[in-house]
Nanobody, 123 residues
Framework: VQLQASGGGLVQAGGSLRLSCAASGRTFSNYAMGWFRQAPGKERQFVAA??????YYADSVKGRFTISRDNAKNTMYLQINSLKPEDTAVYYCAADAKHYSDTYYYTNRYAYWGQGTQVTVSS
């Protein structure tokens, strides 16, 4: 499956963005999906996941981020509200054919990755 992330940009703190991840190549609905982010000089970290077990969020984004998917459009979304400067990072979407209910937050649980979209939050 090929993934294309989009929707990033420069926003002020408190603002909102909606990231999209368009998938092609395989049956999208069969795939577990996730969002990760990587700030400069830091490791890539888990943000949110959606799979057959449900939706999952990192503690740092709970209540502000919402992950969703539209299988008819082969697209996953990440609605980001109440943005903070510490949310600044490159956001990556990821996919895998296996659905994990307990280790979905590991990067090595995802075989396919998009190219990333930059989110910059100004204070």
């Amino acid at each position: 499956v090929q993934l294309q992330a989009s929707g990033g940009g420069l926003v002020q703190a408190g603002g909102s963005l909606r990231l999209s991840c368009a998938a092609s190549g395989r049956t999208f609905s069969n795939y577990a999906m996730g969002w990760f982010r990587q700030a400069p000089g830091k490791e890539r970290q888990f943000v949110a996941a959606i799979n057959w077990g449900g939706t999952y969020y990192a503690d740092s984004v709970k209540g502000r981020f919402t992950i969703s998917r539209d299988n008819a459009k082969n697209t996953m979304y990440l609605q980001i509200n109440s943005l903070k400067p510490e949310d600044t990072a490159v956001y990556y979407c990821a996919a895998d054919a296996k659905h994990y209910s307990d280790t979905y937050y590991y990067t090595n649980r995802y075989a396919y990755w998009g190219q990333g979209t930059q989110v910059t939050v100004s204070s």
